[in-house]
């Protein structure tokens, strides 16, 4: 038996029932559950999210001194995210999430995984809370510090996008934030995101990650006057603060502008192409208004959530996934970094 202070030998009665099973009946009560007990399978499981399973039975041979194989610390790793996510209605972070000050902020995006069915999607939603920051001017959109995320709940896996939206609103009800009279939903502009937030949060504001806007607004513009030049450094930083400080009237005006200026013979295909992208998001595109009181415009929290916690962990060379453990496994990396993490292995 490995414990938590190394292994040990443990001798204890095996007790038979009239219906010919049996049991260690002191198992429960010792908190012995096959090879590890359940702190031991703590240090096995937090290194097998951290680190690739072989990698993760170096480091625990290097720190504790076991011999813990990659297979095992594969199969405890992968059971114990899995208790993880069914034992998430009994989590005690609702309260918490109820006390946290600041407005709910609800994030969503989708990553790569590979699968033992090729690359598939990882939808991935965070749901938190973010307090005020300072007031900002359009101009200086870029260059301001805002509060951190305080409580935060991330779902994540690789399904459909109606049955991601019910495990979206499911987290959200739990955690009391569905009716709240402040949610903003914040995404790129991809159509699922905002198909899964009009059916399940038809009240909640919606923000088009500004940092995707931009990126648009400059991609349609080197495209017209080349990349690189002068002209297009130009017209980009005039479209972005068009953008910026004026919204969805603000860059029509500069778009309509830009549109006469173009010399003859090149195609105005790309800046109509930008204004039918930007005509998709009409009400999402408020910026100065937000920017004045003090909320967020980008959606950067959930694509860091990406890449710390699908994209350094599962994409590895060589490494492919049952698509039915990849949701589990990214949320229990987040769970890793809450307080809930310690609730996991302490509850009965």
């Not at 114990?80 to 902020?105: L, Q, S």
């Not at 409580?151 to 019910?166: I, L, N």
């Not at 979206?168 to 934030?177: F, I, N, Q, T, Y």
Request: charge should be positive; aromatic fraction near 6%; glycine fraction near 14%.
């Amino acid at each position: 038996m490995t414990t938590a202070l190394g292994a040990i030998t443990v001798a204890r009665n095996y007790t038979w029932a009239r219906d010919g099973g049996g049991a260690f009946r002191a198992d429960a009560v010792l908190g012995l559950d096959g090879f590890l007990t359940r702190q031991a399978a703590r240090l096995v499981v937090l290194a097998g999210v951290e680190h690739p399973f072989a990698r993760a039975q170096q480091v625990l041979r290097a720190f504790c001194g076991w011999d813990v194989g990659a297979e095992l610390i594969r199969r405890t790793t992968h059971a114990h995210a899995r208790r993880a996510g069914a034992g998430r209605a009994r989590r005690g972070d609702a309260v918490r999430f109820a006390a946290a000050p600041g407005a709910v902020e609800l994030l969503i995006d989708a990553g790569k995984a590979n699968t033992l069915d090729g690359w598939r999607d990882v939808k991935v939603g965070v749901l938190g809370k973010r307090e005020l920051g300072s007031p900002a001017t359009p101009d200086r959109w870029d260059e301001r510090e805002l509060p951190a995320l305080g409580a935060r709940a991330v779902c994540a896996a690789v399904e459909g996008c109606e049955a991601f939206g019910a495990r979206l609103r499911a987290e959200s009800d739990r955690l009391g934030v569905t009716g709240a009279s402040d949610v903003t939903v914040l995404g790129d502009g991809a159509e699922w995101i905002w198909n899964v937030a009009s059916e399940h949060w038809p009240g909640a504001s919606g923000v088009l990650d500004v940092y995707h806007a931009v990126e648009h607004v400059g991609g349609a513009v080197a495209a017209v006057f080349g990349e690189g030049t002068d002209a297009t450094a130009r017209h980009t930083a005039a479209g972005r603060a068009a953008l910026v400080g004026g919204g969805k009237s603000g860059a029509e005006r500069w778009l309509c502008g830009l549109i006469a200026a173009v010399p003859t013979g090149r195609s105005t295909d790309p800046l109509l192409a930008l204004g039918a992208y930007l005509a998709k998001h009409p009400t999402r595109l408020g910026y100065a208004d937000r920017l004045a009181s003090g909320r967020s415009i980008g959606s950067g929290a959930v694509e860091g959530a990406i890449k710390q916690l699908l994209n350094l962990r599962l994409k590895r060379t060589g490494a492919r996934w049952r698509a039915e453990h990849v949701g589990p496994l990214v949320e229990l990396r987040a769970l890793a970094h809450t307080p809930e993490w310690h609730e996991l292995w302490n509850a009965a």
